[in-house]
Nanobody
Framework: QVQLVESGGGLVQAGGSLRLSCAAS????????TGWFRRTPGKEREFVAA????????NVADPVKGRFTISRDNGKNTVHLQMNSLKPEDTAVYYC???????????????WGQGTQVTVSS
């Protein structure tokens, strides 16, 4: 079992930045790939970014490519999502998830955090 806790969400103006963190506890965190997803009301969870367990491979969704960066520190059991040049359409609840591979679909992940709200005002 892996427990995940997200933090760093909040309210920011368009063009601003936020850094989300996902703190893990439980099993050896470096054994798990980690993904970030987001959800807005009435929509399915949308893939944002993923990173392999070692941190050597990353994948970022096209809508956020060039603005968002995913990284991890296995020594601190933490994954970060650096979000720059935020847009109102980035407003969502952001979730981190852990699984065996850096899938782009939510069903590929076994463990989920509770989410953190990100609101971008225009």
């Amino acid at each position: 079992q892996v427990q995940l806790v997200e933090s760093g969400g909040g309210l920011v103006q368009a063009g601003g930045s936020l850094r989300l963190s996902c703190a893990a506890s439980g099993r050896t965190f470096s054994n798990y790939a980690t993904g970030w997803f987001r959800r807005t009301p009435g929509k399915e969870r949308e893939f944002v970014a993923a990173i392999s367990g070692s941190g050597g491979i990353t994948n970022v969704a096209d809508p956020v490519k060039g603005r968002f960066t995913i990284s991890r520190d296995n020594g601190k059991n933490t994954v970060h999502l650096q979000m720059n040049s935020l847009k109102p359409e980035d407003t969502a609840v952001y979730y981190c998830a852990a699984g065996s591979y850096y899938y782009t679909h939510a069903t590929g992940y076994d463990f989920w955090g509770q989410g953190t709200q990100v609101t971008v005002s225009s």
